[in-house]
């Protein structure tokens, strides 16, 4: 066997632990904890009054203005300074939810928007309360039209991810520095941590079509013009 | 009973309904005719508070109303309101992702609170009334307009409202496909449901009301029988619009 793949198989699992230890349940929690906040600031910046909307622009502006190391810096290194002592995972987490919140507020809001006055009528009329409709008849409409571009935030969060190794984290892509510091192979450490974020990727994308399919099940398919 | 009285709804300064009063007898047919901008839609959509005016009350469901231009009513009136009404609209606005049955149940599970055996046998029942229980399974998307719509009218019926509203019911469908709709209408007259109608449509309009109120500028010009507005109007406005409704085919035709 050659050299560099006795090394390539030996580094496998340890990457492959840290990717599933960390990796994953990083890119999950953040995803979940930033639709969450997304949805939120979606709702305050179509219902809520004046004052709430200006500090939700402001977020928005602030989060999607400036570089996602940065941020993950300010929160990690530069807190500190302030009192705020948080722990790698946590201080990541922390960054991540905001970003994706930023970014994922503004596609749930088109989303919402996307929805014909019509269906809130028609809510209304059977004697739907305002969270009723949303439950029932908006998010389960709004969902279909968002998530194309909420797969994309969450492959790119996949990945993102990997600027968590800045921060101490073990995650995958630090495993792969330390081993590639010991070796000397950077080549073959990041080409083949390269290949399992395309695996998690590949997964979640196929994950990501099966909803979509799902989700579409209702709407007429698109006839090619003859 | 349900009834408006002194009903005035103005959009940021502008005027839609200068002070109309209505009466809508148990089991009577009323249709509301007039030039787009009249305020048939806005008078409709003041019933079941889609709209709330700024001035006038509301009986319906055995409470009353009234309006204020500084305040709306509780949210719970206007529930009450709106669970005790049933309304249809110009463009069906069927719950896209559902499906025909999940349409019709979804009053009676979300907002009534029945059992799902009972509300699918209830929707199954009115399903098969406006002929569409063969469609039961299938989305919205896949029908057409005039099967839209009748799937529109069981899912305002399911609950059984005190007045079934509809807005231009036809206006979105060739005739032929209208006369589904219409024949669908006719059968929920003759067995006594209480419907206001907004329309351009004379079979509705001329051949199923009891009531014809003939709307113009946000005020009622004139009521009454089909047969008073449509052959005898008193008022020459009301003339002139009847006229552009009917207007005759040239000779040739005939």
Same mark, same amino acid.
């Given at each position: 066997?050659?050299?560099?793949?006795?090394?390539?198989?030996?580094?496998?699992?340890?990457?492959?632990?840290?990717?599933?230890?960390?990796?994953?349940?990083?890119?999950?929690?953040?995803?979940?904890?930033?639709?969450?906040?997304?949805?939120?600031?979606?709702?305050?910046?179509?219902?809520?009054?004046?004052?709430?909307?200006?500090?939700?622009?402001?977020?928005?502006?602030?989060?999607?203005?400036?570089?996602?190391?940065?941020?993950?810096?300010?929160?990690?290194?530069?807190?500190?300074?302030?009192?705020?002592?948080?722990?790698?995972?946590?201080?990541?987490?922390?960054?991540?939810?905001?970003?994706?919140?930023?970014?994922?507020?503004?596609?749930?809001?088109?989303?919402?928007?996307?929805?014909?006055?019509?269906?809130?009528?028609?809510?209304?009329?059977?004697?739907?309360?305002?969270?009723?409709?949303?439950?029932?008849?908006?998010?389960?409409?709004?969902?279909?039209?968002?998530?194309?571009?909420?797969?994309?935030?969450?492959?790119?969060?996949?990945?993102?991810?990997?600027?968590?190794?800045?921060?101490?984290?073990?995650?995958?892509?630090?495993?792969?520095?330390?081993?590639?510091?010991?070796?000397?192979?950077?080549?073959?450490?990041?080409?083949?941590?390269?290949?399992?974020?395309?695996?998690?990727?590949?997964?979640?994308?196929?994950?990501?079509?099966?909803?979509?399919?799902?989700?579409?099940?209702?709407?007429?398919?698109?006839?090619?013009?003859? | 009973?349900?009834?408006?009285?002194?009903?005035?709804?103005?959009?940021?300064?502008?005027?839609?309904?200068?002070?109309?009063?209505?009466?809508?007898?148990?089991?009577?047919?009323?249709?509301?005719?007039?030039?787009?901008?009249?305020?048939?839609?806005?008078?409709?959509?003041?019933?079941? =508070?889609?709209? *709330?005016?700024?001035?006038?009350?509301?009986?319906?469901?055995?409470?009353? @109303? +009234?309006?204020?231009? !500084?305040? #709306?009513?509780?949210?719970?009136?206007?529930?009450?309101?709106?669970?005790?009404?049933?309304?249809?609209?110009?463009?069906?606005?069927?719950?896209?992702?559902?499906?025909?049955?999940?349409?019709?149940?979804?009053?009676?599970?979300?907002?009534?609170?029945?059992?799902?055996?009972?509300?699918?046998?209830?929707?199954?029942?009115? =399903?098969?009334? *406006?002929?569409?229980?063969?469609?039961?399974?299938?989305?919205?998307?896949? @029908? +057409?307009?005039?099967? !839209?719509? #009748?799937?529109?009218?069981?899912?305002?019926?399911?609950?059984?409202?005190?007045?079934?509203?509809?807005?231009?019911?036809?206006?979105?469908?060739?005739?032929?496909?209208?006369?589904?709709?219409?024949?669908?209408?006719?059968?929920?007259?003759?067995?006594?449901?209480?419907?206001?109608?907004?329309?351009?449509?004379?079979?509705?309009?001329?051949?199923?009301?009891?009531?014809?109120?003939?709307?113009?500028?946000?005020?009622?010009?004139?009521?009454?029988?089909?047969?008073?507005?449509?052959?005898?109007?008193?008022?020459?406005?009301?003339?002139?619009?009847?006229?552009?409704?009917?207007?005759?085919?040239?000779?040739?035709?005939?």
């Amino acid at each position: 066997m050659p050299p560099w793949l006795t090394l390539a198989l030996h580094s496998f699992w340890p990457l492959l632990k840290a990717g599933l230890a960390l990796t994953v349940p990083l890119t999950l929690f953040s995803f979940v904890g930033g639709l969450l906040l997304g949805f939120v600031v979606a709702l305050i910046r179509l219902f809520a009054p004046p004052p709430a909307v200006a500090i939700v622009r402001f977020y928005i502006w602030l989060i999607r203005g400036t570089p996602l190391l940065v941020q993950l810096f300010i929160i990690f290194y530069g807190l500190p300074n302030a009192g705020i002592v948080l722990d790698a995972f946590t201080a990541a987490l922390i960054g991540f939810v905001l970003n994706v919140g930023a970014y994922t507020s503004e596609v749930i809001r088109a989303a919402i928007l996307s929805v014909p006055r019509g269906q809130w009528q028609a809510s209304s009329a059977i004697g739907m309360t305002w969270a009723q409709t949303m439950r029932r008849t908006i998010v389960p409409q709004a969902t279909r039209v968002a998530i194309p571009s909420l797969s994309n935030s969450f492959i790119s969060l996949v990945k993102d991810t990997s600027l968590a190794a800045a921060l101490t984290v073990p995650e995958m892509f630090q495993v792969a520095q330390q081993i590639a510091a010991v070796t000397y192979e950077p080549l073959i450490l990041y080409c083949e941590t390269a290949l399992i974020y395309l695996i998690f990727s590949s997964v979640l994308s196929a994950w990501q079509t099966r909803i979509e399919t799902r989700s579409m099940r209702h709407v007429p398919k698109l006839e090619a013009a003859q | 009973m349900i009834s408006l009285s002194g009903i005035v709804k103005t959009y940021a300064a502008q005027p839609v309904l200068h002070g109309v009063d209505l009466a809508l007898e148990a089991g009577s047919v009323t249709t509301l005719i007039g030039p787009s901008g009249s305020g048939k839609s806005t008078l409709l959509r003041c019933v079941n =508070l889609l709209e *709330v005016p700024q001035a006038g009350a509301l009986s319906v469901a055995g409470q009353t @109303l +009234s309006f204020t231009p !500084q305040s #709306r009513p509780a949210r719970d009136a206007i529930l009450a309101v709106r669970r005790a009404t049933g309304m249809i609209f110009q463009d069906f606005q069927l719950f896209a992702h559902r499906t025909v049955l999940q349409n019709v149940m979804e009053s009676l599970l979300t907002v009534h609170r029945w059992a799902p055996p009972k509300a699918r046998a209830r929707a199954l029942e009115l =399903l098969e009334k *406006v002929g569409m229980q063969h469609k039961a399974d299938a989305w919205p998307g896949e @029908l +057409s307009g005039g099967q !839209q719509q #009748r799937v529109a009218i069981a899912r305002a019926m399911a609950p059984s409202p005190q007045i079934l509203l509809c807005d231009e019911p036809t206006s979105a469908l060739d005739p032929e496909l209208a006369g589904d709709v219409i024949n669908v209408l006719a059968q929920l007259a003759a067995e006594g449901t209480t419907m206001l109608i907004a329309t351009h449509d004379l079979r509705l309009a001329a051949h199923i009301a009891h009531q014809v109120v003939f709307l113009d500028a946000g005020r009622i010009v004139e009521r009454g029988s089909p047969q008073e507005i449509f052959a005898h109007p008193s008022q020459q406005r009301t003339e002139t619009f009847v006229a552009t409704l009917n207007s005759p085919l040239p000779d040739w035709v005939i």
